[in-house]
């Protein structure tokens, strides 16, 4: 049986919701934020999102199925490939004339014991890499950008 591991990271964004909801499920856009990264998909429940994340040559594709839809607050996937299994969800939060955007990952650890020990090398640059992905985001749509 595979253990689970969530990671989460948020940002205070000089935009309303609805903004800032357009621009994170800009799939076609993400790789302007999101480090290395390309995306392409649809929207709504059902739709599928492909994410391809590497350098170069190295790098995995994952897949995802829409599971939770609710503009302009919440999105969910289901990470569907070989590489990453769990639940992704992106949150856009009211903060007075601003808003907030939280991204968590609960993700599916494969090997048991190997894979739990493998997370704790990994997790410090999976935050740092989500970490910094919001920070240019929130540059992003801080610019006028979408």
């Given at each position: 049986m595979a253990s689970r591991a969530d990671?989460?990271?948020?940002i205070a964004l000089p935009?309303?919701?609805?903004?800032?909801w357009q621009a994170v499920?800009?799939?076609a856009r993400q790789g302007q934020w999101m480090l290395g990264t390309r995306v392409h998909g649809g929207h709504g429940v059902g739709a599928e999102v492909v994410a391809r994340t590497?350098?170069?040559?190295v790098g995995f594709t994952d897949t995802m199925v829409i599971t939770e839809w609710d503009p302009p607050r919440r999105c969910v996937v289901e990470h569907t490939g070989r590489v990453i299994r769990g639940t992704g969800v992106f949150e856009v939060a009211?903060?007075?004339?601003?808003?907030?955007?939280r991204w968590t990952e609960q993700l599916e650890l494969p090997l048991g014991a190997a894979g739990q020990w493998g997370w704790r090398l990994v997790r410090?640059?999976?935050?740092?890499g989500i970490d910094a992905s919001l920070r240019r985001f929130a540059r992003l749509v801080a610019a006028g950008g979408r």
């Amino acid at each position: 049986m595979a253990s689970r591991a969530d990671i989460t990271s948020r940002i205070a964004l000089p935009v309303p919701p609805g903004q800032a909801w357009q621009a994170v499920v800009d799939w076609a856009r993400q790789g302007q934020w999101m480090l290395g990264t390309r995306v392409h998909g649809g929207h709504g429940v059902g739709a599928e999102v492909v994410a391809r994340t590497g350098i170069g040559p190295v790098g995995f594709t994952d897949t995802m199925v829409i599971t939770e839809w609710d503009p302009p607050r919440r999105c969910v996937v289901e990470h569907t490939g070989r590489v990453i299994r769990g639940t992704g969800v992106f949150e856009v939060a009211p903060a007075g004339p601003a808003s907030e955007l939280r991204w968590t990952e609960q993700l599916e650890l494969p090997l048991g014991a190997a894979g739990q020990w493998g997370w704790r090398l990994v997790r410090p640059l999976a935050q740092l890499g989500i970490d910094a992905s919001l920070r240019r985001f929130a540059r992003l749509v801080a610019a006028g950008g979408r």
